[in-house]
């Protein structure tokens, strides 16, 4: 999708403007409903500034995916990253699930050496933990599902014509794995916010092909 053509017409293709352009590392949602679901959104937002994990099992599963040093004591060195939250966050998608067993995992931009953040999405099954889908945008919400594994909102960023823009998609299971459903909302310099609800396909299928394109889902 060429972003150039939203930002020429960004006005009949945004449900409202907004002057605040959040960037794609410490953003929020409206605690809204979003496709229809009647159950409220969370916002999620990772600012990696915790000293410790709150629980002892998220170090053990760093080292089980063998994605940090958990040798290291150094803090801030991103290409031999400390199993800590300086680096990563983990969180339960599927409810009633124990985060041994499934987990997201936020990893912060540059953390060995891949300048955007990623989350990587992972079950335990009897060979081990398995990646069910990768990323490469930031967790901004979740909502309540009946699949039970929780809808997840997230957002990628772009560059086009020399500005950031950066468009909000919502994804949900499937049954085995978390699939591409809408672009919920995108923003530019200075514009920006949901997309109109009768543009929501055609909007939607353009950011997929970026999407892909870019090599975002993984």
């Given amino acids: 999708m060429k972003y150039f053509l939203i930002l020429t017409v960004s006005l009949s293709l945004i449900g409202c403007s907004s002057g605040n352009n959040d960037d794609a590392e410490k953003t929020k949602v409206n605690n809204e409903s979003i496709n229809g679901n ?13 000293k410790t994990f709150d629980d002892s099992k998220k170090v053990e599963l760093l080292k089980e995916l063998q994605v940090c040093n958990p040798d290291n004591k150094v803090t801030g060195d991103y290409m031999n990253p400390t199993c800590s939250p300086d680096f990563f966050n983990l969180m339960p998608f599927i409810e009633n699930v124990s985060i041994q067993n499934a987990f997201m995992v936020q990893i912060k931009a540059k953390t060995n050496g891949f300048p955007l953040r990623r989350l990587l999405i992972f079950i335990r099954e009897t060979e081990g933990l398995v990646k069910v889908n990768g990323f490469v945008a930031n967790l901004i919400g979740v909502q309540k599902s009946p699949s ?9 960023s772009d560059e086009d014509q020399g500005q950031n823009v950066y468009y909000n998609c919502l994804f949900t299971w499937n049954g085995t794995t978390y699939k591409y459903k809408s672009a919920e909302a995108i923003y530019g310099s200075n514009w920006g916010g949901p997309v109109k609800a009768e543009l929501k396909d055609s909007i939607s299928k353009e950011v997929e092909k970026d999407i892909i394109k870019n090599k975002m889902i993984f």
């Fill in 148 to 156: 039970k594994h929780d809808d997840l909102l997230l957002r990628f």
């Fill in 38 to 50: 009647k159950s409220k959104i969370t916002n999620i937002e990772t600012l990696f500034d915790s």
